[in-house]
């Protein structure tokens, strides 16, 4: 029992220190696929940011709803190192051209930003800020915490799924993923979305699954089609474009 307990808890140290810049204590674990099943309660933590930002415009300073939307996303953003933007960024300087598919990987492996990059940075932080302020008008902030967690589970989904483009990098770290790998990231989703169903209703709930789900197959379809499989800035991605097609659809939709 306390080995499985140190086990548990190497792994989430793993996984934040994979999501976050948190200088978190301990010793990661020697198998990185372990923590995989572990990256919603990530998502979980980094919530905490723009529920402490709602209660404390609300309570506290009484501010319009822009300057929280704002501060709550740049706190959460700092707090993953922009680690994912950048892998939107260099996803779509790849992704936008029409090359091979060695091309691609050097495009991705190159530290530059282009023009399809930098545009798609500031489109998706544009499209979050419009998004999460309805959320604080609206005293939403529920689903703007259901969408960070949402697409933390298809940071999971993704290398626990999808094969590893090339020989290193992030996604490499997460090694060749087995039955139990796969059987634990299906049963946090699922335990995910049961969470997510009680916190915003079973139809608003089932628009968010279905946006979430779509855009996360269609880029995994992308990334095999273009690639052959995902690498490090394909899951930082998929986290941002999920999160948009999540909130999107909840209030857009619903």
Same mark, same amino acid.
Request: proline residues 3%; contains cysteine.
């Given at each position: 029992?306390?080995?499985?307990?140190?086990?548990?808890?190497?792994?989430?140290?793993?996984? @934040?220190?994979? &999501? %976050?810049?948190?200088?978190?204590?301990?010793? =990661?674990?020697?198998?990185?696929?372990?923590?995989?099943?572990?990256?919603?309660?990530?998502?979980?933590?980094?919530?905490?940011?723009?529920?402490?930002?709602?209660?404390?415009?609300?309570? @506290?300073?009484?501010?319009?709803?822009?300057?929280?939307?704002? %501060?709550?996303?740049?706190?959460?953003?700092?707090?993953?190192?922009?680690?994912?933007?950048?892998?939107?960024? =260099?996803? #779509? =300087? #790849?992704?936008?051209?029409?090359?091979?598919?060695?091309?691609?990987?050097?495009?991705?492996?190159?530290?530059?930003?282009?023009?399809?990059?930098?545009?798609?940075?500031?489109?998706?932080?544009?499209?979050?800020?419009?998004l999460w302020r309805i959320a604080f008008e609206q005293r939403a902030v529920i689903v703007i915490m259901c969408g960070l967690v949402m697409a933390r589970c298809g940071q999971a989904i993704l290398p626990a799924f999808m094969p590893n483009a090339r020989g290193?990098?992030?996604? !490499?770290?997460?090694?060749?993923?087995?039955?139990?790998?796969?059987?634990?990231?299906?049963? #946090?989703? &699922? &335990?995910?979305?049961?969470?997510?169903?009680? !916190?915003?209703?079973?139809?608003?709930?089932?628009?968010?699954?279905?946006?979430?789900?779509?855009?996360?197959?269609?880029? #995994?379809?992308?990334?095999?089609?273009?690639?052959?499989?995902?690498?490090? =800035?394909?899951?930082?991605?998929?986290?941002?474009? @999920?999160?948009?097609?999540?909130?999107?659809?909840?209030?857009?939709?619903?």
């Open positions: 029992m306390e080995l499985r307990r140190t086990v548990h808890m190497n792994s989430l140290i793993t996984a @934040i220190r994979t &999501l %976050t810049i948190f200088p978190i204590p301990g010793k =990661d674990t020697i198998h990185f696929e372990r923590s995989l099943f572990l990256f919603p309660v990530v998502g979980v933590l980094l919530s905490l940011i723009p529920l402490g930002v709602w209660w404390w415009a609300e309570t @506290i300073v009484m501010l319009d709803t822009l300057v929280p939307a704002i %501060t709550a996303l740049g706190l959460v953003t700092w707090a993953t190192g922009a680690l994912h933007l950048d892998g939107l960024g =260099d996803v #779509a =300087d #790849a992704f936008g051209g029409a090359g091979d598919r060695e091309q691609v990987l050097a495009i991705l492996k190159d530290s530059r930003m282009g023009s399809f990059g930098v545009t798609a940075i500031v489109f998706d932080l544009l499209l979050k800020t419009a290193g990098g992030l996604a !490499a770290s997460f090694g060749t993923q087995g039955k139990t790998t796969r059987y634990s990231v299906i049963v #946090a989703t &699922l &335990l995910v979305l049961l969470c997510v169903v009680v !916190a915003v209703g079973p139809l608003r709930a089932g628009v968010m699954t279905v946006a979430g789900g779509a855009a996360l197959v269609i880029f #995994a379809r992308q990334c095999r089609v273009r690639i052959g499989g995902i690498t490090g =800035d394909c899951i930082g991605a998929a986290n941002e474009l @999920i999160e948009v097609a999540v909130l999107a659809a909840a209030f857009l939709v619903v």
